[in-house]
């Protein structure tokens, strides 16, 4: 996974960008997907369903995701009063009518994000608590040398200057741990998913 400029968002045409515009980009990754081609999206969220949740990482990560949890259990962040429904309303409610009647894809019970619309080439999911709303956005893109790679994309909005306090406090737990846990399970998972289909 490499982070990259985030014109790699902004210099191509996602839907989710007609409903986000009061979002801010807070990071655009590209993740290595070898041998992909233009129709490999749904095979690469596949691959990212298999390969499961934080629960699958090695102990460490594990314990830092649950000293999280427990942390927003005790200081009330994580109350569904401050959510999707609660505190703010889903992105799913200002979304142009054809994304609005598309597939949904699925959900896990395991990770607080939910899926607001999944197509051929992109999808999105969102969570909200006290300190943001935020986006995670999932696209498949063609590189310059013909290669498809997927691209992920964080979108937040924070809930005032609590919540922006948050997300400079959590970065070098997002840069350090969470991160470099997604590309390991992500990029293996599409490894994996290789190996399989031949």
């Known amino acids: 996974m490499t982070r990259i400029d985030k014109s790699a968002y902004t210099g191509r045409s996602w839907r989710v960008q007609e409903f986000t515009e009061d979002f801010r980009i807070e990071d655009v990754w590209a993740f290595r997907t070898p041998g992909a081609g233009p129709h490999d999206f749904p095979a690469m969220l596949a691959a990212l369903r298999a390969a499961g949740t934080p629960a699958k990482q090695p ?9 999280r949890w427990k942390l927003g259990a005790l200081l009330g962040w994580d109350k569904s009063s401050t959510g999707v429904g609660g505190r703010v309303t889903s992105l799913r409610d ?25 197509l051929d080439t992109e999808c999105a999911r969102e969570l909200a608590n006290k300190t943001v709303h935020g986006v995670m956005h999932l696209g498949w893109a063609q590189r310059t040398d013909g290669d498809y790679e997927l691209l992920m994309t964080v979108l937040v909005k924070p809930n005032g200057t609590f919540g922006r306090l948050y997300m400079a406090a959590i970065a070098p737990f997002r840069y350090l741990v969470v991160y470099p846990a997604l590309t390991r399970q992500w990029e293996r998972a599409w490894r994996e998913r290789a190996d399989v289909s031949r």
């Open 59 to 67: 102990w460490w990560i594990r314990s830092l995701f649950e000293a």
């Open 94 to 118: 200002r979304m142009p009518d054809d994304l609005r009647t598309a597939p949904r894809g699925l959900d896990s019970a395991d990770l607080p994000l939910k899926t607001i619309y999944e």
